[in-house]
Structures are given as C-alpha cells and as structure tokens.
Nanobody, 128 residues
Framework: QVQLVESGGGLVQPGGSLRLSCAAS????????IGWFRQAPGKEREGVSCISSSDGSSYLVDSVKGRFTISGDNAKNTVYLQMNNLKPEDTAVYYC?????????????????????WGQGTQVTVSS
C-alpha cells in the first residue's frame, strides 16, 4: 500500500510561485530518494529534481536552478518543491516518485527507470 500523492498545482501567471507537495504513505522517507518529474503536452517525461534522506544529497536541473527548491519534512513524510519565478515553459503535469533502493543518492538528473513508485500527478499551468 505504498502511495504518493502530489498536491499544490494550479494556474499562475508568469513570475508567480507555487509549492508542490508529495505526501508519502505506506512507508517512510528514510533511506528513500524522492524525485520530481514533469511532462509537458506532447513531450516526454523528464526529471527535474530529487532529494535523498539517506545521505542528504539533492539535485536540480539547470533549467530550474535559482528558481526551484526541493526540501523534505520527515516528520510529515512529505517532500516539497518550491517553484518561484515560474515561466510558461514550466507548464506540465508534475509527478513525484520514490526510489526504494537502499542508500539511494541524488547526484544527477533523476531517471525514470530508477524510480519504483509514482504519484498521480498535479497540473501546473503558467500563463497570462
């Protein structure tokens, strides 16, 4: 009964902010890596960010560095993606996913095949 639930998406104007949440149940985030992925209309799913409780590592792709921040609250079993200065090209369905491999770290762009459990996605639309 592992479950991941994303929330916090919505419609914002360019330059606006959103905070996405990924709430985990059926397991704790200890020793898991949590990745954020997004899929824009007509595009393939791409990794955006990840964070690991096992070694404290985290990663952001270049296109979102300086604008997005990933963080975790282990007491709430939740990972957040704070998105500031949003751009139209950030429009996508955002998914969180869990890598159950023991000792996983986040040193590079998260890859879809590395992740075992997925949320249902939350829509982020950035438009005037």
């Amino acid at each position: 009964q592992v479950q991941l639930v994303e929330s916090g998406g919505g419609l914002v104007q360019p330059g606006g902010s959103l905070r996405l949440s990924c709430a985990a149940s059926g397991f704790t985030l200890d020793y898991y890596a949590i990745g954020w992925f997004r899929q824009a209309p007509g595009k393939e799913r791409e990794g955006v960010s990840c964070i690991s409780s096992s070694d404290g590592s985290s990663y952001l792709v270049d296109s979102v560095k300086g604008r997005f921040t990933i963080s975790g609250d282990n007491a709430k079993n939740t990972v957040y993606l704070q998105m500031n200065n949003l751009k139209p090209e950030d429009t996508a369905v955002y998914y969180c996913a869990a890598d159950a491999a023991y000792g996983s770290s986040c040193l590079d762009r998260p890859l879809e095949y590395e992740y075992d459990y997925w949320g249902q996605g939350t829509q982020v639309t950035v438009s005037s």
